[in-house]
């Protein structure tokens, strides 16, 4: 085992929850785009668990020695080097690339600004009829879920003011913006959620 790869435990808490609903969502497609792959502990997890779909993960320039860390060391068939990724200034892949799109725990981190960011490129990379799923802790109704994502809201804005749990309706409207029609909303442990759009195809 590479001890100096990075390690998060959330990530090993929340991915067989997660992994639940992948296998029902992402049944079909073949290449999904991770945005904000982090340590790249889901990156392998899923990959490894769903071997019919090519895993790309991705992140800031920063991150990326830590995925290929993981990456290298599993050394999957379906998972190629991670890209270099900043939603709000860098370059995307080519249009239509992915037929699904997973992220977590970003919405939270990015400022509003970047999440619309987050959107417009998603639309752009996504191809029409494909699958985006988000998962992290979100607000219902303008309130929080539980005292816990309010404490951790409130310890969030401390650090970065720009950063916040985000509200389901508002990101809602923002994907509905973009062509996606929520599909499926799961309640999953720790007051998290996953929420699953899918991109409209033209008529």
Same mark, same amino acid.
């Given at each position: 085992?590479?001890?100096?790869?990075? +390690?998060?435990?959330?990530?090993?808490?929340?991915?067989? %929850?997660?992994?639940?609903?992948?296998?029902?969502? /992402?049944?079909?497609?073949?290449?999904?785009?991770?945005?904000?792959?982090? !340590?790249?502990?889901?990156?392998v997890h899923f990959a490894a668990a769903l071997p019919a779909l090519r895993w790309q993960s991705s992140d800031r320039p920063e991150n990326l020695p830590g995925i290929r860390a993981w990456l290298d060391e599993a050394a999957l068939p379906n998972t190629p080097s991670p890209l270099e990724l900043d939603v709000a200034t860098g370059a995307w892949p080519?249009?239509? !690339?992915?037929? &699904?799109? @997973? =992220?977590?725990? !970003?919405?939270?981190?990015?400022?509003?600004? *970047?999440?619309?960011?987050? @959107?417009?490129?998603?639309?752009?990379?996504?191809?029409?009829?494909? !699958?985006?799923?988000? +998962?992290?802790? /979100?607000?219902?109704?303008?309130? /929080?879920?539980?005292?816990?994502? &309010?404490? @951790?809201?409130? =310890?969030?804005?401390?650090?970065? %003011?720009?950063?916040?749990?985000?509200?389901?309706?508002?990101?809602?409207?923002?994907?509905?913006?973009?062509?996606? *029609?929520?599909?499926?909303?799961?309640?999953?442990?720790?007051?998290?959620?996953?929420?699953?759009?899918?991109?409209?195809?033209?008529?």
């Amino acid at each position: 085992m590479n001890l100096d790869k990075p +390690y998060s435990a959330a990530s090993e808490r929340n991915r067989e %929850p997660i992994l639940a609903v992948l296998r029902d969502v /992402f049944a079909g497609c073949s290449d999904v785009l991770e945005i904000g792959s982090g !340590t790249g502990q889901h990156a392998v997890h899923f990959a490894a668990a769903l071997p019919a779909l090519r895993w790309q993960s991705s992140d800031r320039p920063e991150n990326l020695p830590g995925i290929r860390a993981w990456l290298d060391e599993a050394a999957l068939p379906n998972t190629p080097s991670p890209l270099e990724l900043d939603v709000a200034t860098g370059a995307w892949p080519p249009a239509q !690339t992915f037929d &699904a799109v @997973f =992220s977590a725990n !970003t919405l939270h981190i990015m400022s509003w600004s *970047e999440v619309r960011q987050m @959107f417009a490129g998603i639309a752009q990379v996504l191809r029409p009829g494909g !699958t985006l799923a988000i +998962y992290g802790p /979100f607000n219902i109704d303008g309130r /929080f879920t539980s005292a816990s994502n &309010a404490a @951790f809201d409130q =310890s969030l804005r401390a650090a970065v %003011p720009h950063r916040g749990i985000r509200d389901v309706a508002e990101v809602d409207a923002l994907a509905a913006s973009h062509g996606f *029609e929520l599909a499926a909303d799961h309640a999953l442990p720790a007051n998290n959620r996953c929420r699953v759009w899918r991109r409209a195809v033209a008529s």
